[in-house]
């Protein structure tokens, strides 16, 4: 589930250039970021979109636009099943994939600036899974590491079921992306809250900022409104749908039904309890840990674009405006800050996001692809206080994401082209 999706390239320009005239995906901003530009995409961008979905395979997707601190635009497009044709509507809910991260790092910096975790202590010091190897190294990886990818543990391990978590090198020296790392950091959270990822993020994030619509966890409502995956290519047939997260999680779900405790207050030890049923009802290989089932603070977040934006809006300036519950002035701007450690202009880290300088001034930003099917990307400028939230259900989404955000903003990101 990596944070940046490595194919790619620039569009070459010099006829139209040469010619005075830009394709629409560049043609509504400047490339330099026009700060007076805004970002809600132009229409004849959003007319030509359902041409450009085709060509990718991308059935559906969602837009978002935050404007002067507030959600200000979204729309939908395409179908969340492409053998149904059911349209994506206002209320669709999209994996998140690894926007999940962002969210998950706010509610840390909220527990840190509540003296709840000490953003430097050794990570063991609160709790210590079965599943991690011997390494002196463990020993020093804290929640900054985590949040900024440097405890130098893998993204994810080939066979969790069988292999013990280690680093593959020294924590704080270099960036490694970690989902990882997130779920250890979950484990340490739900130890000091003695609640479910979810239920502490509905209580502290989620329910004062208007979220409804988000949640780590599953239920057969949240099946209802949920895209399905279309993978770009596929062997029984392009873009056909495809399950991802469904097929294990509604096992999972008929045991918590049964049990009379729903998926969004499972810890690690429900989840642990409830492995071997739930691998005796799915295929061979698709449940391996308990991290399958769990709520997964690296990759579970199910939310609508409009709800993204609103989290998003947290991270912009607030001033005087900031509610008791939201960040500390100087925590938020810790998590816009950039990490020195390894970095290069299209992979510095922030806490929890990635932050690279553009010739209209720093932007925040990070992706997400869930299994190489559903791509999502936001991207936000603090000071001005803007952003755009794209979320899709197809293999290739990345490719109509970066045609989007660079026709809307003028930012064309060094991070797209790696």
Known sequence: MPTIVH???????????AAGVLPWHLASASMSGDSAQSWIPDPDLLADLPRVMAAFAVPGLAIAVVEDGKETWQQG????????????????????????????AYLVLQLADAGVI????????????????????????????VLRHTTGLPNWRPHPATELLVPQAEPGTRIDYSGEAFVWLQLVIETL???SLDQTMQA?????????????????????????????????????????????????????RRNGTPLSAWTWDDAAR?????????PPELVN???????????????????????VSLVMARGAQRASWEL?????EQMLTPQTIGATPWSAKGLGWNVEPTPGGPVFHHSGSNGGIFKTFAMGDAMRRRAIVVMTNGGSGQYVYRRIVRAATGHDLLAFDR
């Open 204 to 256: 502290r994030l989620f329910s004062p900022a208007g979220m409804r619509d988000s949640s780590y966890a599953w239920d057969d409502a949240m099946a209802a409104r949920s895209v399905h995956g279309h993978r770009a290519h596929d062997a029984d047939g392009e873009g056909m749908p495809t399950q991802m997260l469904r097929e294990q999680w509604s096992a999972a779900q008929r045991i918590a």
């Open 289 to 311: 840990w308990a991290g399958d089932i769990l709520a997964n603070a690296a990759a579970s977040l199910r939310t609508t674009v409009r709800d993204y934006a609103t989290f």
């Open 274 to 282: 409830a492995l071997p049923e739930v691998q005796a009802h799915t």
């Open 118 to 145: 000490d953003l430097d202590r050794p990570l063991v010091a609160y709790r210590r899974p079965d599943y991690l190897g011997r390494h002196p190294w463990l020993d020093r990886i804290t929640a900054r590491d």
């Open 328 to 332: 500390n002035e100087s925590t938020r």
């Open 77 to 104: 497009f395409g179908v969340t099943h492409v053998e149904r044709g059911t349209p994506v509507q206002a209320d669709t809910l999209f994996e998140a994939a690894s926007l999940s991260k962002p969210v998950f």
């Open 7 to 17: 194919a790619g390239r620039r569009r070459f320009l010099g006829f139209a250039c």
């Open 193 to 195: 809250t003695g609640q």
